[in-house]
């Protein structure tokens, strides 16, 4: 069974930075995305960044384009967001994910992003890490 497991979320006041790390284990995918999500009571589930292993690419939501980069170190299985100038609207759980299968593209993880359904592969969750934003 494909495992998550996250790390670096916490509080922080507005305009700080955070990053979160998550490694993956126990999965053979050649092609997959990797992905941060977030949830909130008041927007529900949100695709925040996803990226591609094969280098092909990196996707953002447009609430974070400019303040977050996702990035990965393939040797350790461990995709990373470096979430910087945060606000309070940024308070979520976030839940980090790999979607891996055969006939798993760059364009998937655009689409997975956007939470549409029907995609390609197998998705896999973590449990979350809770980041705080105080103004």
């Known amino acids: 069974e494909v495992d998550l497991e996250e790390s670096g979320g916490g509080s922080v006041q507005a305009g700080g930075s955070l990053r979160l790390s998550c490694a993956a284990s126990?999965?053979?995918?050649?092609?997959?995305?990797m992905g941060w999500f977030r949830q909130t009571p008041a927007k529900g589930d949100e695709g925040v960044a996803t990226i591609y292993s094969g280098g092909g690419g990196t996707y953002y939501a447009d609430s974070v384009k400019g303040r977050f980069t996702i990035s990965q170190d393939n040797a350790k299985n461990t995709v990373y967001l470096q979430m910087n100038s945060l606000k309070p609207e940024d308070t979520a759980l976030y839940r980090c994910a790999i979607r891996g299968g055969r006939w798993v593209q760059p364009d998937t993880c655009l689409s997975w992003l956007r939470l549409e359904l029907f995609l390609p592969g197998d998705a896999h969750w973590g449990q979350g890490t809770r980041v705080t934003v105080s103004s």
């Open positions: 126990n999965h053979l995918y050649s092609n997959y995305c």
